[in-house]
């Protein structure tokens, strides 16, 4: 099984009428144009949603622009530092995830790939068996077990379960590339007298980034955005993540409209900014991740 | 062939910690759920050994599960048979149409990559009362349709509709990027060869496109279906099951039983359930799909 990540290759155009106006053509470039009004104007609504008074926003004239630009909701979303602090946090468990979902998965991955032993098929097959179940399944019993061991209400009690439910699709990736690595390379560090740890470390790894990559992207997105467990196993204000931070913040200011909306702009603006920087990684990762899946 | 011959404590050091970690966190909470429902228990104070009351109670005396059962059903079913359709037609006309496809389909994925917590709260806005700055109704009176104007998330008949059209749009993007990426992976000389045979436009599209489709297609079906049937952040974040009920779905009763009524063996139950419904149907529609490639190779 090797890794063949789906590329966006290329545009192979098959056009015949290449270059002539056709009704057919105009016709589908019309369908394109409304398929990019429903997908980004409600979004592009929100902006302009966001900088809008109450009164403006309530007039019902949903088309105009804000006679002037409402900052103010902005330092209202801003006051207070939560919004930063759900940031922060976010950052946090994110990429404490990342980094125990790449280190465990592809130790496991490098053994899948490369050993030779009976139950390398096997541990796979756990994996994959894994990926089928629901995360919504292990909600409750989660909660009683973290509750027990004292850790609800931590972010270890997020970082745990967002950990386990990464792992089945990482190992799956990086094992699929670690299968394709030329053999010679290994047998020539062993004959060089290197140890398993060493060619894991220093041959395996750094060859592996490109799925790698994709993992980073997977559990990035993943992760980020996750809202149901960290709305069920963490309470503390100070603790709550992004997605949590934003749906307290909205039910709590439910009637500065603006202010509203300027804190959802903010909740999607760091992973927009990074689509900006990323599109074409993160479009590729993600199907990527939906094919191994 | 693998060639590094390794010493089974080393095996276990590189595999044991992941192994270990996930099953102690996916399989054990998947048991305990499953003894769970068993019981009769609020969580918290003494649990009652109830054998399978509460799956009896479940699947014939419960009147909000079956309705449930079937909304989740719903929300699957249109999605496999309006999203993907839809997805695949766009994929098929935007490899044919456009010369540098890559800003299309990546604006078209943005609202994939966000939080559904701003999705959610984002079309709770549209949705308001023109009075209070929806957007959807202020179109529609604007338009001098007033008649047609609802409080589209707080009638029951209508709110599970409105929560649909959400998920819809959110993952339009997710399987035209999917499939468009399936159609570019065909080689191009396939179709170069069958226009010299005549087949080009709709002709190569159904003999060419939808058979090598299948495999990708196979993934949006697979991950619509399971995806729906896990669907439970945009209903919780927009109606939470409700109004009395009326937008519940499977996941989503699991949670209000468990942690709104602290039924938490009963929650348990539906938990299973939940489970077992998303093994049964991956198993069924990879059977499903193994059938329609062979006919295709």
């Known amino acids: 099984m090797s890794y063949t990540a789906p590329v966006l290759r290329k545009p192979t155009v098959r056009n015949d009428r290449r270059g002539r106006f056709s009704v057919t053509t105009s016709i589908v470039y019309v369908i394109f144009a409304i398929l990019i009004v429903t997908q980004l104007y409600p979004l592009l609504w929100l902006l302009i949603y966001s900088l809008k008074t109450n009164e403006e926003i309530l007039s019902g004239s949903f088309f105009a622009l804000p006679a002037s630009l409402q900052w103010q909701n902005y330092s209202d979303a801003l006051g207070g530092g939560q919004y930063f602090r759900y940031l922060g946090n976010s950052l946090f468990v994110t990429s404490v995830t990342m980094v125990c979902v790449i280190v465990l998965a592809s130790l496991t991955g490098f053994a899948i790939a490369r050993f030779r032993w009976k139950y390398a098929n096997a541990v796979l097959m756990v994996f994959l068996v894994g990926m089928m179940i629901p995360m919504q399944g292990t909600l409750l019993p989660l909660m009683i077990i973290f509750k027990h061991l004292g850790i609800l209400n931590t972010h270890l009690s997020l970082i745990l379960p967002y950990m386990a439910f990464q792992t089945p699709i990482a190992v799956f990736i990086i094992s699929g590339f670690m299968r394709s690595i030329p053999h010679e390379i290994e047998e020539s560090a062993i004959v060089d007298g290197s140890g398993v740890f060493r060619i894991y470390w220093n041959i395996a790894l750094p060859i592996s980034v490109p799925p790698i990559m994709t993992v980073c992207i997977l559990t990035f997105i993943n992760i980020w955005n996750e809202y149901i467990l960290a709305a069920t196993f963490v309470t503390a204000e100070r603790l709550k993540t992004l997605p949590f931070g934003v749906y307290s913040f909205v039910s709590q200011y439910s009637v500065n409209y603006g202010g509203i909306g300027a804190f959802l702009v903010l909740g999607a603006l760091p992973v927009i900014l990074i689509y900006f920087l990323l599109a074409e990684k993160i479009t590729k990762g993600m199907v990527a991740g939906a094919v191994k899946g | ?297």
């Open chain 2, 1 to 297: 062939m693998n060639v590094l011959r390794v010493s089974g404590w080393k095996i276990a050091a590189f595999v044991l910690p992941c192994l270990i970690i996930y099953s102690l966190l996916v399989f054990v909470p998947i048991l305990v759920s499953f003894y769970s429902g068993l019981l009769d228990w609020n969580g918290i104070g003494d649990a009652k050994f109830i054998g399978l009351k509460n799956f009896e109670k479940m699947l014939t005396n419960d009147s909000i599960f079956w309705p449930a059962v079937g909304r989740t059903l719903l929300l699957a079913g249109v999605s496999m048979g309006v999203q993907l359709p839809i997805a695949l037609c766009v994929a098929i006309l935007i490899s044919r149409y456009v010369r540098k496809p890559n800003f299309l389909v990546s604006s078209y994925f943005l609202p994939v990559i966000l939080s559904v917590v701003v999705i959610g709260q984002l079309w709770k806005t549209i949705y308001n009362p023109a009075s209070m700055g929806g957007m959807l109704n202020q179109i529609l009176e604007s338009l001098g349709l007033q008649s047609w104007t609802h409080s589209w998330l707080t009638e029951p008949k209508i709110a599970i509709y409105s929560v649909i059209v959400v998920a819809l749009w959110q993952y339009l993007g997710y399987h035209i990027l999917i499939q468009f990426t399936g159609i570019q992976n065909i080689p191009s000389d396939i179709y170069e060869a069958a226009k010299i045979d005549g087949a080009s436009g709709l002709k190569a599209d159904r003999y060419i496109t939808l058979p090598l489709i299948v495999p990708i297609f196979k993934i949006s079906v697979v991950l619509s279906f399971i995806g729906s049937l896990q669907s439970f952040d945009l209903i919780m974040v927009m109606t939470g099951g409700g109004p009395a009920h009326a937008t519940e779905v499977v996941a989503s009763l699991m949670y209000n039983m468990s942690f709104l009524s602290m039924k938490y063996g009963y929650g348990s139950a539906i938990a299973s359930f939940l489970v077992i419904l998303c093994l049964v149907a991956t198993i069924i529609i990879n059977g499903l799909f193994s059938k329609l490639d062979k006919r295709y190779s």
